[in-house]
C-alpha cells in the first residue's frame, strides 16, 4: 500500500476505535456531570460488559466466527445482544450506585473515588477467578464483507459499528434533549438544589445517569467484542485509560466534549501506532491526560473545570 | 394558608430559627424582612423542605409538611423563585420554564400557563430560545418568576427578588409581582430591602438573629422607627 | 460531619454487626499502649527475637517483605495521611529508588572506562574491568551508600511529580499523579539498556557489612527491613508532631485557611512529596537488593493500589496504624491464605465439593483488597488504628464557663503582643482605589480606607456590599483589579495569603475555617507557624533549641487560649469539630493571634452568639486593644460596633457611601437607606 493508502486505513481504524472511546468515554462523563465523580468502576463495568454481550450471542447459538448470518438474521442478532448486553451492563451499574456509592454522597473528598477503585479491582479480580486470564474467541456473525475505498479496505463490520454507535449518540442526546427524564438530568448536573425545588428526584436522576452510563459501556464493550473478536479479563484497563483521556480532553461533564475526545483519541491511537512504536501509545495518552488536567482541566468543550474549592 | 408554629431550626449546633411564628393568609402578599444573618433565607428553606425543623410545626392548608418531601410541596402549590435567580444557566428558557412545570402533566393546563407567563412577561416570549445564563439579571429574574409560575402554585416563595437589580428593574419586578398577587397567588416574599417590600406588602415580619421582633400591617410597619434598629443591628436582649 | 446512619447503608445488619465488634475490639485497647515506652520496648524485643525464634526462613522472608510494605506505606502515609494528596502512582518512587540502586549495584550498564572514571575507582565505587573492546567501567556502589542516594534521587522525583498537581482539586491530583506512576513502569519496560526490560534486572550486588556478605538466607536483611521501618516510624513520628507535620495537617484540612495563616502551601505540598518519595526510594533499594533482581511488574498500578489499601486498613494519618495494616495484609497475602487454602482444599476433599479443592486464596489476594477497600469505605473510614484520638469528657466545674466581663489579657503574660514598630504612625493599613471585579460583576468598585496604628475600625454595611471580599483583596485571597494596598508604608497587593501573614496581618472567617479534626491547641499552634523557625531537620533531630521553641510556643497558645477564661483551656486537646458554634469562633480567634499580629481582621466575630457571649467578645476585643493591637472588624451588630471602633467605614454594593465616628455613621441617611433598601415612587412613605 502506498502511504495515503496507509494513512487512509489507520483514519478508518480510527474513527472505530474513536467510536467505541466514545461511547465508553460518553458514560463516564454522564455520571461525573451529576456528581462530580470519577467513577473507576465504569471501566470495568464495560469489562465485564463484554462477557455479558459473549454470552448473550452464545445464547443464541453463535460460537467463534463460524455461524455467519446476514440481512435480517444478522440484524436480528444483533439487536438482541445489544439489548441484553445494555440491560445487563445498566443493572451492574445501578448495583454498584446503591450498594457503594449511595452511601458515600454525604462524604466531602476523595473517599467515593477511592470507593470506586476498591469496586473496579472487585469486578477485575471475579471476571479473572471466574472466566480465567486467557482471551475469549468472540462470537461474530458478521459475514466477511469488505470494500476497496482509495486503497484502504473498509469492512462491514466498522460500517456497523459507525452506524449502532450514530444511534447511540443520537439517542442519547435526543433523550437528554427532549425528554423530561432527560432535562431533569440535565438541570441536576447544573444546579442540583434548584433541581430538587422544581420537585426532580435527585435519586432518580442518578440512578438514571448511571444506568444510561452503565448501558453505554455495555454498547462498547459488544462492540468492542465485535470489532477485535475477543475478549479478556485485561481490556478494561487499556480502553478506560483511553476513554477516560477522551472525555477529560473533551471536556468533562461534556456529552459533546465525550463524543469529540472519543474520535480524537482513537485518531491518536492509530495514527500514533503508526508513526511511533506501538508500544508508547500508553505514555502518548497518559501524557496527553497529565497535560490537559494541569494547563486546561476544561478540555475542549468543557465549562471551566473546578479547580480548589 | 401557611403557618410557622414554634419554629426551631439548627445549622449544626448553630440555633438559627428560635421559635418563629408566622401566619400567611390566603391571598395576601406578607413579606419577611430582616438584616444580615437574621434567617430568613433558612425560613424560605424550611418552606421548601430543604431544611428541618428541630421543633414546631409548619402547616399549608391545614396539613403539617413535616416530613413531606420537597417534590410534594411543589404539588401541593408551594413554588419558588430563588435566590439569586438560579437557573439552570445551560438550558433554554423554554426548558427552564418546562423545569418548573415539571410536578405536572402536560396538557391545556399546561399551555394555559405558559399563555400567562408570556403576558406577563413579554420580553421571556422574545427570549425563548435563547440559554439562561446569557439574560440580563433583570431577564432572569422575569424567567425565574415565570418558572415558578409554571407550577400553578397557590403560595409563591420569594427569596430577595430584588436582589442584584437596579431600581428601576426592581420597580417593574415589584409591579409584577403585584399584579401576579392580583390574581390569585398568596405571595410570601423574603427581602433585605424594606422600603420597596413594605411598598407591596399588606403585613410583614421583622427578624433578627432568628426572632421575629416585629410583625404588623405594612402600612404601620413603615412608620415604626424600631424597624431601623432591627436592620442596623441594635439588639435588643428579650 | 456525622456519618450516616449505619441502618440507613445496605447490608445494614451486617454493618450493625460490624460496628459492635469494633467497638468491642481489642485494637481499642492496644492503641494506646502502642505508643507508650513500655510498649515500643515489647514490639523491639519481639522484633529482634523473630528469626530466632522462628527458624524458618521461608517465614523470615515473607516478614522481610511485609517490613518492605510497612516502610511503603509510611511513606505513602506522609503523602496522603498527613498532608492529604491522594497518590495514586506511588509505586514509581519505589520502582525509581529499585532502579536507581540496580544502575549502580550491577553490571547492566557499562560505560566505556576514561579518565572521568579515576577518582571513582579509588573511591571503590567503579572497577575497571578489562573488555576485548576497550575497558568497561563496573558500578560497585555500596548498599549502605545507595539507600540515602536513591532516596535522594526518588525524593527528587517526588518534586518533580507533585509540582504539576499543586494547583489541582483532590481527584484531578489522584488522577495526575496515577497517570505519572504509569508512565514510570512503561518507561522502564521500554528502556532495556538501563533497566534490561521486561526481563528485569539481573546480578544486583548483595549488600557487604565489612566484607561479609549476605548471602542468600532472609535473616540479615530481615533485620536490615527492621532497622530501616524503626527508622521511619521514628521519622514520621518526629515529624507528625512537629510544626512540620502540623503544616501538612493543617494543608490537608482547609488550604485556604492553612495559607492564610502564613502557610506556604507550595513548599510544604513538594516537602511531602518528597520525604514520601524518598522513604519510597530507599524501600526500592532494600527491597531489590533482597530480591536481587527488578522487573516493571513489581511497580504498576496495582502495587500502588495495594499501599492505599494497607494505609486505608491500617488507618490513614496513623503512624502505627498503617505499620499494623501493612503487616497484616502482607502476612495475609504470604501466611495466612496458603494456610486458609489448605484448609478449604481439605474440606473440599471431606464433603466432595471440587471448586473448594481448587481454590487457591493467594491468588485472589487482589480480590480480597478490593472488598476490603470498600468495607473500609463504607463502614470504618478512620481505619483499626485512627489517627484522631477520643478524649475524655469535662468535669461538670469544667462544663460551667465563668467568664466575667472587665476581664483584662493584660494580667496574662502576652508580652510584646501588637506592641509594635512605633514609627508607624499614621495609617498602618492604607487601602487607596481598590477595585475587585468577579467576571461582570464589581464586588468593590474604588474603595478607599486607612486604619491607623492601634486603633479599632469598623466595616458595616448590607450583605453583598463587598466587605468579606474586601478582607480577601487585604489578605491576599483575591487579587485586585485596581488600586493599592500598603501594610506599615509597603506594598501588599498581589501577595500570596501566607506571605501577608508574615507580614502581620491575620484574620478570621464570616464561615468559620478552623481545621476540623484537630485539637484546640494544634489549631492555634498552627497560627504560629510563620513566627517559628523549625525545619524538616530540626524536627527530626529535636536538638535543645527546637525543643525549647516548641515549648515556648505551647506556652504561648495557652497564655491566649486563657483570654477566653475557662472556656477552652479545659478543651485543648479536643477536636475542635466537637466544639460548641460560640467556641469555635473563639478559637478562630486566637489561632488569629497566635501569628503575633501587627493588624487583626476580624469578620463578623460575633456572628450566632448570644447577647451574653457578644457583650463578652466584645470585651475581650477591647482588652486586646489596649494591648496595643489595631483592628479591623467587619460587624452588623450596630451595637458593638458603637461599643468597640472609633471610626466607621460604610459599604454598600460595592462602593464607599459614608464613614465617621460610629454615632455619626449610624444617623446618616444614605447608610439608613442602604440598609433599608431604595425605596421607591410606588406610593407611601420610605421607612422612618
Known amino acids: 500500500m502506498n502511504l495515503e493508502a496507509v494513512y487512509l486505513q489507520q483514519l478508518i481504524n480510527g474513527l472505530s476505535l474513536g467510536a467505541m472511546y466514545a461511547l465508553l468515554a460518553l458514560g463516564f462523563t454522564l455520571v461525573y456531570g451529576i456528581l462530580e465523580l470519577i467513577n473507576f468502576a465504569h471501566f470495568n463495568v464495560f469489562m465485564v460488559s463484554s462477557f455479558f454481550g459473549m454470552w448473550a450471542l452464545e445464547l443464541l447459538g453463535l460460537s467463534g466466527q463460524a455461524v455467519v448470518l446476514t ?75 469488505s470494500w476497496a475505498l482509495g486503497g484502504a479496505t473498509l469492512r462491514l463490520r466498522e460500517v456497523l459499528i459507525w452506524g449502532i454507535t450514530i444511534v447511540l449518540m443520537v439517542g442519547l442526546q435526543l433523550f437528554v434533549s427532549r425528554s423530561r427524564l432527560g432535562k431533569a438530568m440535565r438541570a441536576t448536573a447544573q444546579d442540583a438544589e434548584a433541581a430538587r425545588m422544581m420537585g426532580i428526584d435527585v435519586d432518580r436522576v442518578i440512578v438514571t445517569a448511571f444506568f444510561l452510563g452503565s448501558a453505554l459501556a455495555g454498547a462498547a464493550a459488544l462492540i468492542f467484542g465485535l470489532y477485535y473478536n475477543y475478549t479478556s479479563f485485561v481490556i478494561g484497563y487499556s480502553a478506560g485509560l483511553r476513554a477516560f483521556t477522551a472525555a477529560v480532553l473533551g471536556g468533562i461533564g461534556s456529552v459533546s466534549g465525550a463524543m469529540l475526545g472519543g474520535v480524537i483519541i482513537g485518531l491518536i491511537e492509530s495514527l500514533g501506532g503508526q508513526l511511533l512504536a506501538v508500544r508508547w501509545t500508553d505514555v502518548i495518552i497518559f501524557s496527553i491526560l497529565v497535560l490537559v488536567l494541569v494547563f486546561a482541566p476544561s478540555g475542549l468543550l468543557g465549562r471551566a473545570a473546578p479547580n480548589k474549592s | 394558608m401557611l403557618a410557622f408554629h414554634a419554629v426551631d431550626t439548627y445549622y449544626g449546633d448553630l440555633h438559627v430559627l428560635k421559635g418563629v411564628d408566622y401566619r400567611i393568609e390566603a391571598g395576601e402578599i406578607v413579606s419577611l424582612l430582616g438584616g444580615n444573618a437574621s434567617g430568613k433565607s433558612t425560613t424560605m428553606k424550611a418552606i421548601m423542605g430543604v431544611v428541618t425543623p428541630a421543633r414546631g410545626d409548619i402547616v399549608f392548608e391545614g396539613a403539617s409538611l413535616l416530613g413531606v418531601s420537597v417534590a410534594e410541596r411543589v404539588r401541593r402549590g408551594i413554588a419558588p423563585v430563588l435566590e439569586a435567580r438560579r437557573l439552570f444557566p445551560r438550558m433554554t428558557v423554554y426548558e427552564n420554564l418546562e423545569m418548573g412545570a415539571y410536578t405536572r402533566a402536560r396538557g391545556p393546563e399546561f399551555d394555559a400557563d405558559l399563555e400567562r407567563v408570556f403576558s406577563l412577561f413579554p420580553r421571556v416570549k422574545e427570549r425563548l430560545r435563547q440559554l439562561a445564563g446569557t439574560l440580563s439579571g433583570g431577564e432572569q429574574q422575569m424567567v425565574a418568576i415565570g418558572r415558578a409560575l ?45 422600603n420597596m417590600a413594605l411598598s407591596i406588602a399588606d403585613r410583614a415580619y421583622v427578624l433578627q438573629t432568628g426572632q421575629v421582633v416585629l410583625s404588623g400591617p405594612a402600612a404601620e410597619l413603615r412608620q415604626n422607627p424600631m424597624i431601623r434598629e432591627a436592620y442596623l443591628g441594635e439588639m435588643k436582649v428579650e | 460531619m456525622p456519618d450516616k446512619d449505619l441502618t440507613e447503608r445496605p447490608l445494614g445488619m451486617l454493618g450493625a454487626s460490624y460496628a459492635w465488634l469494633r467497638r468491642a475490639s481489642p485494637i481499642q485497647w492496644i492503641a494506646p499502649y502502642a505508643g507508650s515506652r513500655l510498649g515500643i520496648a515489647g514490639l523491639t524485643v519481639a522484633a529482634l527475637l523473630f528469626p530466632i525464634v522462628s527458624g524458618n526462613d521461608a517465614n523470615i522472608d515473607s516478614a522481610a517483605n511485609a517490613l518492605a510494605f510497612a516502610a511503603l506505606a509510611l511513606g505513602l502515609n506522609i503523602v496522603v495521611g498527613f498532608a492529604g494528596l491522594l497518590d495514586l502512582g506511588y509505586a514509581a518512587f519505589f520502582a525509581i529508588g529499585a532502579y536507581t540502586y540496580g544502575a549502580f549495584a550491577s553490571y547492566q550498564i557499562e560505560p566505556a572506562w576514561s579518565q572521568f572514571w579515576v577518582p571513582f575507582q579509588w573511591l571503590d565505587l567503579v572497577a575497571r574491568v578489562p573488555d576485548p573492546g576497550g575497558d568497561l567501567v563496573h558500578f560497585q556502589v555500596s548498599f549502605w551508600l545507595m539507600l540515602p542516594v536513591s532516596a535522594a534521587i526518588a525524593a527528587l522525583f ?14 484531578y491530583l489522584a488522577i495526575v499523579t496515577l497517570g505519572f506512576g504509569e508512565i514510570v513502569p512503561i518507561v522502564a519496560r521500554n528502556w532495556p539498556s538501563v533497566t534490561n526490560g521486561a526481563m528485569g534486572l539481573n546480578g544486583v550486588a548483595q549488600p557487604q557489612l565489612f566484607g561479609w556478605k549476605f548471602g542468600i538466607g532472609a535473616t540479615p536483611y530481615y533485620y536490615v527491613g ?91 494519618g496513623s503512624v502505627w496504624g498503617v505499620v499494623l495494616g501493612a503487616m497484616i495484609l502482607q502476612i495475609l497475602q504470604s501466611w495466612v491464605l496458603e494456610d486458609l487454602s489448605q484448609w478449604l482444599h481439605a474440606i473440599g476433599r471431606l464433603i466432595h465439593v471440587d471448586w473448594l479443592q481448587r481454590i487457591e486464596l ?40 465563668q467568664v466575667g466581663t472587665g476581664f483584662a489579657p493584660e494580667r496574662l503574660n502576652l508580652a510584646g503582643f501588637g506592641a509594635h514598630d512605633r514609627e508607624t504612625d499614621g495609617a498602618l493599613l492604607d487601602i487607596d482605589g481598590l477595585s475587585v471585579r468577579f467576571g461582570g460583576l464589581v464586588a468593590l468598585h474604588r474603595v478607599a480606607l486607612q486604619v491607623p496604628a492601634r486603633s479599632v475600625v469598623a466595616v458595616i454595611g448590607p450583605n453583598g456590599s463587598g466587605k468579606s471580599t474586601l478582607f480577601n483583596a487585604v489578605t491576599g485571597l483575591v487579587s485586585a483589579d485596581g488600586g493599592a494596598i500598603r501594610f506599615a508604608g509597603r506594598d ?95 478559637v478562630e480567634i486566637a489561632r488569629a493571634l497566635a501569628s503575633h499580629p501587627k493588624l487583626l481582621l476580624l469578620d463578623e466575630p460575633t456572628a450566632g452568639m448570644n447577647p451574653a457571649e457578644t457583650h463578652e467578645l466584645a470585651d475581650q476585643i477591647k482588652g486586646l486593644h489596649r494591648l496595643g493591637l489595631t483592628i479591623l472588624l467587619i460587624e452588623h451588630k450596630l451595637d458593638v460596633v458603637v461599643d468597640l471602633a472609633q471610626h466607621v467605614v460604610v459599604l454598600d454594593h460595592g462602593d464607599k457611601i459614608a464613614e465617621g465616628t460610629p454615632d455619626a455613621v449610624r444617623r446618616d441617611e444614605e447608610v439608613i437607606r442602604a440598609y433599608l433598601g431604595r425605596s421607591a415612587s410606588l406610593g407611601g412613605a420610605a421607612v422612618a
Open chain 3, 492 to 586: 501588599i497587593a498581589g501577595l500570596p495569603p501566607h506571605a501577608v501573614l508574615d507580614r502581620g496581618i491575620a484574620r478570621t472567617f464570616q464561615n468559620l475555617r478552623l481545621f476540623p479534626s484537630l485539637t484546640v491547641l494544634e489549631n492555634v499552634m498552627i497560627g504560629m507557624h510563620a513566627r517559628l523557625a523549625t525545619g524538616a531537620v530540626g524536627a527530626l533531630l529535636r536538638l535543645p533549641g527546637t525543643r525549647r521553641e516548641e515549648e515556648a510556643a505551647r506556652e504561648r497558645a495557652l497564655a491566649i487560649l486563657e483570654i477566653f477564661g475557662n472556656r477552652l483551656v479545659p478543651r485543648l486537646d479536643h477536636t475542635v469539630a466537637s466544639l460548641s458554634y460560640a467556641n469555635r469562633r473563639r
Open chain 3, 226 to 316: 527492621a532497622v530501616l521501618v524503626a527508622l521511619l516510624i521514628f521519622t514520621s513520628l518526629r515529624l507528625k508532631s512537629s510544626r512540620i507535620g502540623r503544616a501538612w495537617m493543617a494543608i490537608r484540612e482547609d488550604e485556604v485557611a492553612a495559607a492564610a495563616m502564613g502557610i506556604n502551601r507550595v513548599k510544604f505540598k513538594l516537602l511531602a512529596f518528597a520525604i514520601g518519595a524518598g522513604f519510597a526510594g530507599a524501600t526500592g533499594t532494600f527491597y531489590v537488593a533482597k530480591l536481587q533482581t527488578a522487573t516493571p511488574e513489581m511497580f504498576m498500578f496495582p502495587v500502588s493500589v495495594m499501599i492505599l489499601v494497607m494505609i486505608v486498613f491500617g488507618g490513614i
Open chain 3, 362 to 401: 493467594a491468588s485472589s489476594i487482589e480480590l480480597i483488597f478490593g472488598f476490603i477497600l470498600v468495607a473500609m469505605m463504607l463502614y470504618r473510614r478512620e481505619g483499626l488504628i485512627p489517627a484522631t484520638r477520643r478524649v475524655q469528657g469535662l468535669t461538670l466545674a469544667q462544663q460551667a464557663a
Open chain 1, 71 to 145: 440481512g435480517l438474521p444478522l440484524a436480528g442478532a444483533l439487536l438482541f445482544a445489544f439489548i441484553v448486553t445494555m440491560t445487563l451492563a445498566g443493572c451492574l451499574g445501578v448495583a454498584i450506585e446503591r450498594l457503594a456509592l449511595r452511601p458515600m454522597r454525604a462524604v466531602r473528598g476523595t473517599a467515593a473515588m477511592i470507593t470506586t477503585i476498591g469496586v473496579s479491582y472487585i469486578l477485575f479480580n471475579v471476571v479473572l477467578l471466574t472466566v480465567g486470564a486467557d482471551s475469549k474467541n468472540y462470537p461474530n456473525p458478521m459475514p466477511n464483507v
Open chain 2, 150 to 194: 409554571m407550577a400553578r402554585p397557590k403560595l409563591l416563595c420569594m427569596d430577595e427578588p430584588s436582589m442584584g437589580l437596579s431600581p428601576a428593574l426592581v420597580e417593574q419586578v415589584f409591579d409584577i409581582i403585584q399584579t401576579i398577587n392580583k390574581q390569585g397567588t398568596t405571595i410570601f416574599m423574603v427581602e433585605q430591602n424594606a
Open chain 3, 158 to 171: 517526588g518534586v518533580l511529580f507533585g509540582a504539576p498537581t499543586l494547583r489541582l482539586k483532590g481527584d
